[in-house]
């Protein structure tokens, strides 16, 4: 009977000792897991901080195209402003082109 006794003692440390080796394989399983959330956490930082540099720069070029935009609208004005004066001062000179033409036709 002792010895029956010893053979269930044994069979349940047994199944005691798988029952806790399962449990450290499925603690060492989620630490694995957690460590490779973690590490796609970490990524994930980095990543938004690349895009947030990125975005940065992105809304720097559009404010730098827009004051050139505006640049070159203001010199297309002035060209345009520069070329109705060429014109008014062209006509000005066919005019009294013609005039002194016809004053000297005139003598």
């Known amino acids: 009977r002792l010895q029956?006794?010893?053979?269930?003692a044994?069979?349940?440390l047994?199944?005691?000792?798988n029952s806790v080796s399962s449990l450290i394989c499925r603690m060492q399983g989620a630490e694995t897991q957690l460590a490779a959330v973690e590490n796609r956490h970490?990524?994930?930082?980095?990543?938004?901080?690349e895009l947030s540099v990125i975005l940065k720069r992105a809304e720097n070029q559009v404010r730098d195209f827009s004051?050139?935009?505006t640049r070159v609208d203001g010199?297309?004005?002035?060209v345009n402003r520069q070329g109705i004066l060429i014109q008014?001062?062209?006509e000005k000179l066919g005019s009294q082109s013609?005039?002194?033409?016809?004053?000297?036709?005139?003598?």
């Open 4 to 8: 029956e006794g010893a053979q269930f």
């Open 10 to 12: 044994e069979k349940a």
């Open 14 to 17: 047994t199944a005691e000792q």
């Open 42 to 49: 970490k990524a994930e930082e980095l990543e938004r901080g």
């Open 67 to 69: 004051s050139l935009q």
């Open 75 to 78: 010199m297309s004005s002035q």
């Open 88 to 90: 008014n001062v062209q």
């Open 98 to 107: 013609q005039l002194l033409h016809s004053m000297n036709n005139s003598r």
